[in-house]
């Protein structure tokens, strides 16, 4: 398969502001690679304004889970999808067009994370596990047994400790720029990591960032390949003011999912990764060849572990290849979704 490189530059600022967490931030396994342009027919591929799904639109409800209260929404008809959001994001920030399509024959269910959007905060300490655990306690509130489970990044990590805590729950799984954690997995370089927790911990102390600061965190999050199919990108686009940064969650809380994210790739414990070979289910991983934040060499690291898992990598895409390239990603995920079935238990 090869892809053609089509991206909606005029939709991509809105996302990036709200997901610019830098940090979040092959043996039997079916390989898609896009190592070179993958070309598909692009007639009724493009996406307008007036056909998008305004996520806006729909109310929100909350349920109780354990210590806290999770803001959710649920929008079109069929078989659950789950989509776990990623670091500093709310249920608001998914790509429109990946709504609007996984909403055309599935129920999607989209929430805020603990301490993020509209969802409390609780008295329980961050860590990728307890996010997993939010998310099986708000399965069990919706009463929905089993739902297929799409992680981006921060919500990647939640979702792949989801289905090896909980794999009753999980039908399919769709990781995107995601990492298996511990020793085996491969952290951002010491100069991304850096200028994340710098920027934190301006933004927690109230110390101005500059615009130069900011444009070097969206050109991060993009990716080089992006940046040199469009050079001027970042002088076209409004520079985010350092308070809509990070609209959806406190100072405090953008902290401690931060630490959440060290202590997962940190080297002090073995992660999940050798577990990975217990997953059944089919498994669709999901990367750009330039992300920064989670270097594609840890979907590498999954989809070699996990039995039959497909891996798709999109050429000069980096952290936020959703929102890069919606195109591509909407019909891979299509493509899975249709073709890909839970085996009986």
């Not at 070179?36 to 493009?46: C, I, K």
């Not at 990728?128 to 509130?141: E, R, S």
């Not at 577990?275 to 920064?292: A, H, W």
Request: aromatic share 6%; charged share 15%.
């Amino acid at each position: 398969m090869y892809y053609t490189k089509k991206s909606r530059e005029s939709q991509l600022h809105p996302l990036i502001s709200s997901v610019t967490f830098l940090f979040v931030l092959i043996g039997s396994t079916s390989i898609i690679v896009t190592n070179t342009p993958l070309v598909y027919s692009q007639t009724n591929q493009t996406i307008t304004n007036a056909d998008l799904l305004n996520i806006q639109d729909i109310p929100a409800k909350k349920v109780k889970v354990g210590d806290i209260d999770i803001a959710y929404k649920i929008l079109g008809k069929g078989d659950p999808i789950l989509l776990v959001s990623p670091a500093q994001a709310d249920m608001n920030a998914w790509e429109p067009s990946t709504l609007k399509e996984l909403s055309s024959n599935h129920t999607v269910i989209v929430f805020d994370n603990r301490g993020v959007g509209n969802t409390t905060t609780g008295n329980k300490s961050f860590s990728i596990q307890q996010f997993a655990n939010d998310t099986a306690g708000l399965l069990d509130a919706l009463d929905i047994e089993k739902a297929d489970v799409l992680g981006f990044s921060l919500g990647s990590l939640a979702a792949l400790d989801l289905t090896v805590t909980h794999p009753e729950m999980v039908n399919r799984l769709i990781l995107v720029a995601a990492s298996c954690g511990g020793k085996e997995s491969i952290p951002p370089s010491p100069q991304v990591l850096k200028m994340g927790i710098d920027i934190a911990n301006k933004s927690a102390n109230d110390i101005p960032i500059t615009p130069q600061e900011v444009k070097a965190l969206l050109a991060l999050t993009l990716g080089s390949g992006w940046i040199k199919l469009h050079p001027n990108y970042l002088e076209t686009i409004p520079i985010p003011e350092v308070k809509d940064l990070f609209p959806s969650i406190t100072p405090n809380n953008n902290l401690q999912q931060l630490k959440a994210y060290q202590s997962w790739v940190a080297t002090n414990w073995s992660g999940i990764c050798n577990e990975l070979t217990k997953i059944s289910i089919p498994t669709l991983v999901i990367t750009g060849t330039d992300d920064n934040s989670v270097p594609k060499s840890n979907s590498l690291i999954i989809a070699g572990k996990i039995p039959g898992a497909w891996l798709i990598q999109i050429k000069d895409a980096g952290h936020t290849v959703i929102s890069q390239y919606p195109d591509e990603v909407n019909k891979v995920l299509q493509i899975f979704l249709s073709t890909t079935s839970t085996p009986p238990s």
